[in-house]
């Protein structure tokens, strides 16, 4: 059972409304008149609108915040229901799927009532982002609209999703809670001589008993005295006595990820092994000794890199140190060289130093956490200083 009580589901409509003045304001100070929005954080963050029917890529969806006015929904007819559940109050259906105009005039429609004032409109365009929609439709919808410009609203989006409420700090807090009691409970269900395939399927089953509500990414590998690839699937290859075992999972409660790892050996883990566990350990230290308002992504990524060298890193292939975190897996900002986003308080960001020891050979380390005014609080419950042995 779940270790604490998990906190209530959804957001209260004060929630949205402090999303939309927030955006308006900065809408306001770019002269865009509105925020087209069309992937499901974005429409999920504004709206309230939770579903997994996003994961049929059949039917575009549609969101409009304006800068002056409440959000529209144009959205296929089977989510209205659904949608009439949330804080938007103006939803506009249409029959999806509709292939010859699936909502694109009713979507020209709305935009020609909201992008009045400066004749712009705001598409994330951006790293990190991509266009839900027909890039055909997408073409046509700037035919249509002749005089309108359509420009870059990345900027808007990052810095609204980048710092967190307390309510949504409070969901990411439960669900790394969760992640933390399975991989905790980990060792005392697992043993060698079992496939690899069969102990991700235990682990998933562990993390749903411990109150997530699904584990969308868990990866991860087994290999003597090391695995050499942290993102492949499982394979039916029995785990021995020797082999090193990473689990990296993004599991989620109410639609926010934790994202972090654990590393753990079966039987006597060899000494490369345990030296490469110690200094990727030493380089999380480094890197949360870093962590305060005001601090960069790049000094955070410095702070573990220069542990990492020190202790003999062969090099990494991830291209960076830790990442956001928040309604995704993988959110804004990077630790990496060159991206100096500046940390605030009610920031969401993981830790994950990663190093090369051996031929074939890696050691990755993650943790959670939220920046805070005094420094840090960690999300995850701190892995052992040293390689957990499972007999």
Not at 13 to 33: K, N, T
Not at 61 to 85: F, H, R
Not at 113 to 135: D, I, N, Q, S, W
């Amino acid at each position: 059972m779940p270790a604490t009580i998990p906190p209530p589901r959804g957001f209260p409509v004060a929630e949205f409304e402090s999303r939309m003045v927030a955006a308006q304001r900065l809408m306001q100070a770019r002269s865009i008149d509105t925020l087209l929005l069309t992937t499901e954080p974005e429409f999920r963050y504004f709206s309230g609108f939770h579903s997994d029917f996003w994961l049929s890529p059949t039917r575009p969806w549609y969101l409009l915040v304006p800068a002056q006015d409440q959000p529209i929904a144009i959205i296929p007819e089977i989510g209205a229901a659904s949608m009439s559940a949330t804080w938007v109050d103006d939803v506009r259906t249409w029959p999806a799927p509709v292939p010859h105009d699936d909502g694109l005039s009713l979507l020209c429609t709305a935009l020609r009532e909201v992008a009045v004032r400066f004749g712009t409109v705001g598409v994330p365009m951006g790293p990190e982002t991509h266009v839900r929609m027909p890039l055909g439709d997408f073409q046509r919808l700037r035919d249509r609209l002749t005089g309108t410009k359509f420009v870059d609203a990345t900027p808007i989006v990052r810095a609204l999703r980048m710092v967190k409420s307390e309510a949504e700090i409070d969901k990411l807090r439960y669900v790394c809670g969760c992640v933390s009691d399975a991989f905790e409970a980990f060792p005392n269900l697992a043993n060698a001589g079992v496939p690899e395939s069969e102990l991700f399927r235990l682990f998933r089953s562990e993390l749903l008993r411990c109150g997530v509500d699904h584990s969308p990414y868990l990866v991860g590998a087994a290999g003597a005295g090391g695995y050499a690839d942290i993102i492949k699937q499982p394979s039916d290859a029995e785990v021995v006595k020797g082999d090193v075992l990473v689990f990296d999972t993004g599991s989620v409660f109410d639609g926010y990820f934790s994202d972090f790892d654990r590393n753990f050996c079966f039987g006597e883990a060899a000494s490369e092994a345990r030296r490469a566990y110690d200094v990727v350990y030493r380089a999380t230290d480094a890197g949360l000794a870093a962590v305060r308002p005001g601090a960069t992504t790049s000094e955070l990524w410095q702070a573990m890199a220069g542990v990492l060298d020190a202790g003999g890193s062969l090099g990494e292939d991830v291209g960076r140190f830790g990442h956001g975190l928040g309604m995704q897996l993988t959110e804004w900002p990077s630790n990496m060289p060159g991206d100096d986003t500046v940390l605030q308080a009610g920031m969401v960001i993981t830790l994950e130093p990663g190093m090369v020891f051996g031929a074939g050979k890696l050691m990755v380390h993650e943790e959670d956490l939220v920046v805070r005014e005094d420094g840090y609080e960690l999300l995850t419950r701190r892995a052992a200083p040293e390689m957990v042995v499972i007999d």
